[in-house]
């Protein structure tokens, strides 16, 4: 797909792209794609922090990644307080009866946690081993008095970003 130089980033590590006058930073965070041992023998995963040369026009994003809920994660809001757009992979994901993806009650925490002044759910409907819906985490999220903040898009919508 013509990607040439692609890499690894440790937690925290920060990667800069330019194209033209342009830059975007890439900062990896904390991600645990399963609780305890378990993750030992899962992929490894991470979340990442987008922020453009130009904040006025995209701002700062999150994207969780396959995690789950973990006490590495507070770090993020204390690094990036002002996050303007999150975009959480939810599901519910279990494997031999493990979640290895938020549910929808982790989801409501990491909303909480990054405090977007929006989210945007997905990765909840990829495969047929999801056991948390949309639905569940829409109605976590109201009940939370997150509602207000979040935008559902579905296959083929877009988020206007400036």
Same mark, same amino acid.
């Given at each position: 797909?013509?990607?040439?130089?692609? $890499?690894? #980033?440790? +937690?925290?590590?920060?990667?800069?792209?330019?194209?033209?006058? $342009?830059? #975007?930073?890439?900062?990896?965070?904390?991600?645990?794609?399963?609780?305890?041992?378990?993750? #030992?023998? #899962?992929? !490894?995963v991470m979340g990442?922090? =987008?922020?453009? !040369?130009?904040?006025?026009?995209?701002? +700062?994003?999150?994207?969780?990644?396959?995690t789950l809920m973990?006490? %590495?994660?507070?770090?993020?809001? $204390? $690094?990036?307080?002002?996050? !303007? =757009? *999150?975009?959480?992979?939810?599901? *519910?994901?279990?494997?031999?009866?493990?979640?290895?993806?938020?549910?929808? %009650?982790?989801?409501?925490?990491?909303?909480?946690?990054? !405090?977007?002044?929006?989210?945007?759910?997905?990765?909840?409907?990829?495969?047929?081993?999801?056991?948390?819906?949309? %639905?569940?985490?829409?109605t976590a999220a %109201?009940?939370?008095? =997150?509602?207000?903040?979040? /935008?559902? =898009?579905? /296959?083929?919508?877009?988020?206007?970003?400036?």
């Open positions: 797909m013509g990607f040439t130089q692609a $890499r690894g #980033l440790d +937690t925290w590590e920060t990667l800069t792209v330019t194209k033209g006058e $342009r830059r #975007l930073s890439i900062t990896a965070c904390p991600a645990r794609h399963g609780p305890g041992v378990t993750d #030992l023998v #899962l992929p !490894d990442s922090i =987008l922020q453009a !040369d130009d904040r006025s026009r995209i701002g +700062t994003i999150y994207i969780s990644g396959d973990h006490d %590495e994660l507070d770090e993020i809001p $204390r $690094r990036h307080p002002d996050v !303007d =757009l *999150g975009f959480f992979h939810l599901g *519910g994901t279990k494997v031999l009866g493990i979640l290895v993806t938020m549910d929808a %009650e982790q989801g409501v925490q990491a909303v909480r946690l990054v !405090d977007p002044d929006v989210a945007i759910p997905i990765h909840y409907d990829d495969y047929d081993v999801f056991t948390s819906s949309l %639905e569940d985490f829409t %109201e009940q939370a008095g =997150l509602g207000d903040r979040l /935008r559902v =898009l579905h /296959r083929g919508d877009s988020y206007p970003m400036g």
